[in-house]
């Protein structure tokens, strides 16, 4: 295929962070639309470029769309509590008009199967007006609408893993039975890759599913039969979106909005019920099993490229967190001296979070994330990636990685439910005898609830801080120690 100029965005979320390696692959001029240009800088492929900008912010999107052949739409805002459909169709409307002012040839949209005449959920409804608007830009637009994607880090099937493995007995509300028609990422990705070049006279809508049509329950009952779990699967009459949200987050990653968000569009049927797919594109898509077992075999790999929790929308963020002013900042500021190399101490930052915990007071990180359920927010159920080092970006339990410099600086932003904006950063500087390590916890607040709460948490966050830095100090000198040994 000749080289084109594309611009992507949603390239930090789960499809897009693997579409991005492919169409670079493919010798594409690849540029990103990112709002925290950062968190792209140290994953971005040969031949692609990021630009700092918004799909709400007219100006940005001019500077990102000249001179651009064929725009990707991946966005969408299912993570954020409320609004998240007015702020869905702003998007669209913004990127549609700098698109044709552009004079881009084509736009090409993922959206969400469902029958657009029923009463869908509100996320459906959103995603396929989403693509309704694009349609109406002028540009000639190919809507994918697809169903469950089937992938190792894709949040369907982390739900389906985590539910499958954790619970031996496990009650089945009615969502669980509708029918679904999901599609292994390999062929979503194929599909994406091959609309750069399907015939479009005129903005199309093209329905896309993998072989089979199947339910969440029969997902569990073909990912237990692949683990050789033995699994109990009792049928119950009612349980409310609201309950199975709460219920999804005390076992599996997902977090109660996303999961309320999940399970209302769960309840709609979202089956293929055309055949222009298989008339436009040369894609044949796998089934069910097959998707599932590629992505258990892959799925160190696959994982280690992107997941659901990727995307700055997943913890319903609108825009990328800048540093408070310095006159608001509330700060917490420590500093130990660590015999051993600025390596071996970046290294014991890393060890922060996920499965290992935190380095101090465990058990009250793990209560703090519990209430940060409870609040709707994401709680430490996202972890942390474990076959790659860190970089910028990632979710690490309830923070996100905002900036990762090594050997030289990590810095951390929160994304649990707070009344204002925190930040942990550790910045590291070599000495002649090793190197000190500085950790400050920096707190913007919000009003006076938000300086309430900072200073009812003084006692405890002194506890809290001056253990963890120490035992940091403590980790980085093992390491070193092991390195020389």
């Given at each position: 295929m000749p080289e084109r100029t594309i611009l992507l965005t949603g390239a930090t979320g789960y499809v897009g962070g693997r579409l991005l390696t492919q169409l670079a692959a493919r010798g594409h001029?690849?540029?990103?639309?990112?709002?925290n240009a950062a968190y792209l800088?140290?994953?971005?492929?040969?031949?692609a470029t990021v630009m700092q900008g918004d799909v709400t912010d007219p100006a940005s999107l001019a500077r990102a769309l000249a001179g651009v052949d064929t725009a990707y739409y991946l966005v969408h805002a299912m993570g954020e509590a409320s609004g998240f459909?007015?702020?869905?169709r702003a998007g669209a409307i913004c990127f549609a008009d700098a698109a044709l002012a552009a004079g881009v040839r084509r736009i090409i949209y993922l959206g969400a199967l469902g029958d657009e005449h029923a009463d869908l959920s509100p996320h459906l409804r959103s995603r396929q007006e989403v693509g309704r608007l694009l349609r109406q830009s002028g540009v000639p637009t190919i809507e994918l609408r697809a169903s469950i994607v089937i992938g190792s880090g894709s949040l369907s099937f982390e739900m389906v893993r985590a539910l499958t493995e954790h619970l031996p007995v496990m009650v089945m509300p009615r969502w669980v039975?509708?029918?679904?028609q999901p599609i292994g990422i390999q062929d979503l990705l194929a599909y994406l890759v091959e609309a750069l070049d399907v015939p479009l006279p005129e903005s199309l809508v093209v329905e896309i599913g993998g072989r089979d049509r199947v339910s969440y329950q029969g997902m569990m009952a073909e990912y237990a039969r692949q683990r050789g779990l033995r699994r109990l699967m009792i049928p119950v009459p009612v349980l409310t979106p609201r309950l199975s949200s709460l219920w999804l987050g005390l076992v599996t990653p997902l977090y109660a909005r996303v999961g309320r968000k999940l399970i209302e569009s769960i309840r709609h049927p979202t089956v293929v019920q055309s055949d222009l797919a298989a008339r436009l594109f040369s894609?044949?898509?796998i089934g069910t099993a097959e998707a599932m077992r590629t992505a258990l075999d892959h799925e160190d790999r696959a994982y280690a490229e992107t997941s659901w929790s990727d995307a700055v929308s997943a913890a319903g963020l609108t825009a990328p967190l800048a540093p408070p002013a310095l006159s608001d900042r509330l700060l917490d500021v420590r500093e130990v001296h660590v015999h051993a190399d600025a390596d071996a101490c970046f290294a014991a930052l890393t060890t922060l979070g996920g499965e290992e915990g935190w380095p101090a007071f465990d058990l009250l990180w793990r209560i703090r994330g519990a209430i940060d359920l409870v609040a709707g927010g994401v709680g430490l159920r996202r972890g942390r990636p474990t076959n790659r080092p860190l970089r910028a970006g990632d979710a690490l339990d309830f923070w996100r990685v905002e900036t990762c410099d090594r050997p030289t600086r990590l810095r951390l932003s929160a994304e649990m439910r707070l009344p204002g904006r925190a930040w942990f950063d550790y910045q590291i500087r070599r000495t002649a005898e090793g190197c000190t390590l500085r950790q400050c916890a920096e707190f913007d607040p919000s009003g006076l609830a938000g300086r309430l709460y900072w200073y009812a948490l003084v006692p405890l966050h002194a506890m809290i801080f001056s253990r963890t830095i120490t035992v940091l100090a403590g980790r980085a000198e093992q390491i070193a120690s092991g390195k020389a040994a």
């Open positions: 001029a690849v540029r990103c639309l990112a709002r800088a140290q994953r971005l492929p040969a031949g459909e007015a702020r869905e039975s509708v029918l679904a894609v044949r898509p």
